[in-house]
């Protein structure tokens, strides 16, 4: 059922009422203007959450990719988290993952004709993406993980919400797992309920829409995530896996909020072993050791399972043993729309793109400049925003 998965820790609230007034006192900041947020002509999407981590905001993203790529020029930006640069860097096929992070990593890879960068400073990586000759400016910008970062104001600001996690139920940090307080939620103009079972009821449904209570102005969506057929980490040591039914599964991973795949994958398999690492986990050779002999002690016939995310890092690992390479699988995964809302999503996203891409923007400042003898109106700052969309 959802929220099913929080624990808090009442002996810390304490702590989380000190964390509170801290983040509270920055929104208020935020919110009297006296830190600046900036909008920027070129449309920003944002996707993010108020929760740490485990909400699906990289096949979130990946599903804006897809939907955007075709028709417009897609850049990507991610503060690049655990990489060992600084800086703005923009990937390229030499980039590795401890240049610009596994997410970041494994977007390029995915898509290698968009542009993907990072940079800890958003509103500097923005600049740099839009400066340059028109042609290799981006038409779009996905910022990844940044519903915090509010020095930048997203034409859409999506916020996502773990079903298992959901925030209305939760606490701030360190009691719970909440970053910013609920009513933070204010801020999205879309929200998304990630990880749902598909087999959720209408009454379920409802219940979590009225819990919500969000604002007229809000869209409220719900995904869940579709597995792809697994393929092998290394392809050229690889046994044929048809399915794993019938077989012994060493899930590893390194993310989160792995609950939500453990359950998918009991529907899946016959036994399953979890052997899960802290999100982002950088593999030792001590890791390594260990995962060779959990997986050695499992009773054939066995597989191993790993998310896309993992395979960033365990791709350029030494010490893997061969049995290990040769039965290591990723179990790609797609964010997909319940309820037939993916039309109605598309169709709020490509909008306003559309409508504030660069070309739209030059063709109204040339109507604008026409009517300039009968306008005396100024100039006005211009803010793109999907609230006025």
């Excluded at 997410?103 to 740099?128: H, L, S, W, Y």
């Excluded at 859409?156 to 959901?166: G, K, R, S």
Aim: glycine fraction near 6%.
């Amino acid at each position: 059922m959802e929220g099913d998965l929080i624990n808090t820790n009442k002996a810390l609230l304490p702590l989380s009422w000190l964390y509170g007034l801290g983040v509270n006192f920055r929104n208020m900041l935020f919110e009297m203007g006296i830190l600046k947020s900036r909008s920027f002509d070129v449309p920003v999407i944002s996707v993010g959450n108020i929760t740490v981590g485990g909400t699906g905001k990289t096949p979130h993203v990946e599903y804006l990719i897809r939907l955007l790529k075709d028709n417009f020029k897609v850049a990507v930006l991610s503060r690049g988290y655990k990489r060992k640069t600084h800086g703005f860097l923009r990937a390229d096929k030499n980039s590795t993952v401890r240049d610009i992070g596994d997410e970041p990593f494994q977007m390029k890879t995915k898509f290698p004709d968009i542009t993907v960068a990072v940079d800890g400073k958003r509103t500097r990586g923005i600049n740099q993406l839009t400066s340059g000759d028109s042609d290799s400016q981006p038409d779009v910008i996905l910022l990844d993980d940044a519903f915090q970062h509010r020095y930048v104001k997203p034409g859409i600001n999506i916020m996502l919400v773990d079903y298992h996690h959901l925030i209305i139920y939760d606490r701030l940090l360190p009691s719970g797992r909440l970053r910013e307080p609920v009513k933070s939620k204010d801020r999205a103009d879309i929200v998304i309920i990630t990880k749902c079972p598909t087999d959720m009821k209408p009454m379920e449904y409802r219940v979590i829409t009225k819990a919500m209570s969000l604002y007229p102005y809000q869209q409220l969506f719900f995904s869940t995530h579709v597995y792809e057929p697994p393929r092998p980490v290394f392809p050229k040591n690889a046994k044929t896996l048809g399915n794993f039914k019938d077989m012994n599964v060493l899930l590893l991973s390194g993310i989160a909020s792995p609950e939500q795949m453990l359950i998918d994958l009991q529907e899946r398999a016959s036994q399953i072993t979890p052997l899960s690492f802290s999100d982002h986990h950088n593999f030792s050779q001590k890791d390594i050791m260990h995962i060779n002999e959990v997986f050695a002690g499992l009773p054939s016939p066995k597989v191993i399972i790993t998310t896309e995310k993992d395979e960033t890092r365990l791709l350029n690992t030494e010490g893997l043993s061969d049995e290990v390479k040769r039965s290591l699988y990723v179990l790609p995964v797609k964010v997909s729309f319940m309820l037939d809302q993916e039309e109605t999503f598309n169709k709020h996203i490509i909008s306003y793109v559309r409508k504030n891409s660069r070309n739209s923007i030059l063709a109204k400042g040339k109507d604008d400049n026409k009517s300039k003898d009968s306008d005396h109106s100024g100039d006005r700052p211009r803010t793109i925003s999907f609230r006025n969309n």
